[in-house]
């Protein structure tokens, strides 16, 4: 694994990090420095553990019985397997947006202040609601109608709810899992000039298929890989990070370079 470790100051490390799912590793041995308020995507091919890792870092994975890790995950230095850290607290320092958005079946107004009645968050609501929806680039659509079902919104525009969602608790890291994979060419562009804005106050990390979408959204890239171990079994691993200019135009490793130039995955 080669990498180039960010100049800027660090938001979440892994530290050797393996995930096993039961008996089965499905990642092995990640370490990596992801930089604060910048975009770092994941990319590699299918089933090579990159939403795995995503998850691991809001202890999402907790949720799965035969879910187990090793290693080290810090944000901003604290380890956040320790028992003194609240899963629900983490939660809210580390936001998600998934593949397929997901609003609640409740009104746009009430999808965006969720996380924030759940964390019992002091503030005006009416004013965390403009600000989140305006930052997901939602208000000037949606302003006249906060009322109605954000499920009445098109697939772009709930992407974008979630989005102001996941940032009404003022979270410090954005997690996307393939944010733009159901949506339209154009819904696609509104997110990704979203995240763009959205670097300046939140760390990102954005897992994507679209060779594109990384080099247009991302300052640092991580190429996975999967490979099979002694034994026959297949497992992730982290072949290369850098920034993504030299993932895509210079990559150390000739997997990276095949997987960037469409040879493989
Ligand atoms: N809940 C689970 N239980 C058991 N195995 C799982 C579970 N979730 C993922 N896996 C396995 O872990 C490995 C990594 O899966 P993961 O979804 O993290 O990969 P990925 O790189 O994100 O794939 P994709 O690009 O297809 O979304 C795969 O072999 C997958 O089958």
Not at 97 to 121: A, E, L, T
Request: proline share 4%; hydrophobic share 35%; net charge neutral.
């Amino acid at each position: 694994m080669t990498s180039a470790h960010p100049v800027a100051e660090t938001a979440v490390e892994t530290r050797n990090l393996n995930v096993y799912y039961g008996s089965f590793l499905a990642v092995q041995e990640v370490s990596i420095k992801i930089p604060k308020q910048q975009v770092t995507a994941f990319i590699g091919p299918s089933g090579c553990g990159k939403s795995t890792i995503l998850r691991c870092f809001n202890r999402l994975n907790d949720l799965i019985d035969s879910f187990r890790a090793e290693g080290e995950i810090l944000i901003d230095g604290q380890n956040i397997n320790s028992t003194q850290v609240d899963p629900v607290e983490l939660r809210r320092r580390i936001g998600m947006v998934f593949q397929k958005p997901n609003p609640f079946p409740k009104s746009i107004y009430d999808n965006v202040v969720y996380g924030v009645r759940v964390n019992r968050h002091k503030g005006d609501l009416d004013e965390i609601v403009e600000r989140a929806l305006t930052q997901a680039a939602l208000w000037d659509e949606v302003k006249d109608k906060l009322k109605t079902s954000g499920l009445a919104l098109s697939g772009g525009q709930q992407q974008r709810l979630c989005i102001a969602r996941a940032i009404a608790v003022q979270p410090e890291v954005v997690l996307m899992d393939e944010p733009c994979a159901s949506l339209d060419p154009i819904s696609t562009l509104k997110v990704e000039e979203l995240i763009n804005e959205l670097k300046q106050s939140y760390t990102i990390i954005i897992v994507t298929h679209n060779m594109q979408q990384a080099t247009r959204v991302s300052d640092m890239t991580a190429f996975f890989n999967a490979t099979l171990s002694d034994k026959g079994k297949r497992y992730g691993y982290l072949v290369e990070y850098d920034q993504t200019k030299n993932i895509f135009h210079s990559p150390q490793q000739e997997a990276t370079q095949q997987y960037v130039s469409g040879r493989f995955g």
